[in-house]
């Protein structure tokens, strides 16, 4: 977001974000946690509905950043979690609960700058 710049610093090209959220690698028809992949761009997963995020995990915590654009405007979420102990509840924070919360946040983010 904001093409490179933090604080008044140019910190990345705006044409160095295009080319790390641009499909290197077609995956389109593959999915991982409960999201369809597009392709994958230089560290970025790109999925399906100009979504692209990144996560994470380690014992104990959990964290995805995600940015889609729609309609002129870029909306971001970032997850931080803390884990469970078991496989069973990695599978559904992954699989279920950070694709639904995602979904629900954008639709509102869409909604919000609509008004």
Known sequence: ?????YN???ILQPQTINL???EQINLFGNAFGGYSFDGWGLGWPIYLNNF???GGACP?????IAFKTATNSTYGIIFSLNRGASLVEDDYLVNEFLPL?????FEEAATLAAI
Do not use: A, D, E
């Open 52 to 54: 692209i995020g990144h």
């Open 101 to 105: 919360m995602n979904k629900l946040l």
């Open 8 to 10: 008044n610093t140019q």
């Open 60 to 64: 104990g915590y959990l964290t995805q």
């Open 1 to 5: 977001m904001n093409q490179g710049i």
């Open 20 to 22: 790390m959220q641009t």
